[in-house]
């Protein structure tokens, strides 16, 4: 009676793990893998990584983050969406599926994924050289202007939010810079501290780090208000230059993953989302958590992919 009485204990001790895990079945029985678009480092990457570790407590198996980078993130954005759709295999995609398509870079759009939730949102920042001869939005606009054509401004890809971002700042301002792709925003930052190219326009939280060992210096971001992280950052608009952009990060699946196991990864993904120590290090990161279910984001989606195709239409980048 002992022996059964212990046995039935730990099942009940094991049960929370199971019913948590599985509402498809068994599922899951073995480790997922979450595909993220770009390099290691930057800021879709930590995003991956944290709630990644999070969700893993509800899953109760090991999320791996596999980092498949190239063609501007037109390769890890296929590898989700041709996935097998079993549950095993997800991703986390980003703003560039809105922007890839209009550039002939891939032949796909968001609606060919089963989007499950929005995750974060990240206002892009001009940052420079900390050696740089400016120090305001207005300088650098300035040096640019007497200086045309040899400023370098590193994005993550042609296309990309950071491209679109430098873009607008150049539109609006009035200059002419070089655009630098890079597979990622830490190759581009990386480029930056060592001098190699003038500016980037990536997030705040993709520039900490150099910012943090005094390598850089931001001068605006563009975002409606500062950021709660950095209140000392102006925006682009108290300077006068009206730009304000911002990329995304979501959850999405291959299409056609079972009901309910799709169920069961969304319950897990928004319990992660909800986790103390996944906002912990997302406040560690510098990074806000931006939930949206999901047909709130497959709304989101739908018109952000009309305002991108506005934007870089309007600034020539397609026809």
């Not at 009676?1 to 212990?6: N, S, T």
């Not at 068994?26 to 678009?37: A, D, V």
């Not at 006068?240 to 699946?253: C, K, N």
Request: no cysteine; proline share 6%; aromatic share 6%.
């Amino acid at each position: 009676m002992k022996r059964i009485a212990l046995l039935a204990l730990i099942g009940l001790l094991a049960a929370p793990a199971i019913f948590a895990a599985g509402r498809g079945g068994e599922f899951p029985t073995r480790n997922i893998t979450m595909i993220s678009p770009w390099a290691a480092g930057g800021g879709t990457d930590a995003v991956a990584r944290a709630l990644a570790a999070a969700a893993e407590r509800h899953l109760g198996r090991t999320i791996i983050v596999e980092n498949r980078t190239g063609g501007g993130g037109a390769i890890g954005h296929a590898a989700i969406r041709h996935a097998r759709p079993d549950g095993y295999t997800m991703g986390i995609f980003t703003f560039e599926i809105n922007s890839m398509p209009q550039q002939g870079l891939i032949d796909f759009s968001w609606e060919d994924y089963d989007p499950l939730m929005l995750v974060n949102a990240e206002a892009a920042a001009l940052t420079v050289h900390i050696d740089a001869p400016f120090n305001t939005v207005a300088e650098f606009v300035a040096y640019a202007r007497a200086n045309p054509g040899t400023i370098n401004i590193g994005n993550s890809a042609p296309g990309s939010v950071w491209h679109i971002a430098a873009g607008l700042l150049a539109d609006q301002a009035g200059i002419q810079v070089t655009h630098i792709p890079f597979e990622g925003a830490a190759p581009a930052v990386t480029a930056l501290a060592g001098g190699h190219i003038q500016a980037v326009t990536v997030s705040l939280n993709e520039v900490r780090s150099q910012l943090d060992a005094g390598n850089v210096k931001v001068l605006g971001v563009m975002d409606t208000q500062r950021s709660p992280m950095f209140p000392n950052v102006p925006t682009l608009r108290e300077q006068g230059f009206d730009v304000v952009i911002e990329t995304w990060r979501g959850l999405a699946l291959p299409r056609g993953v079972d009901p309910a196991i799709r169920a069961t990864i969304e319950e897990a993904f928004t319990a992660a989302m909800n986790d103390p120590a996944f906002l912990s290090q997302m406040a560690t990161l510098n990074l806000v958590p931006t939930f949206m279910d999901g047909p709130a984001f497959r709304n989101f989606l739908r018109d952000n992919k009309n305002s991108v195709t506005s934007t870089m239409r309007s600034l020539g980048m397609i026809n």
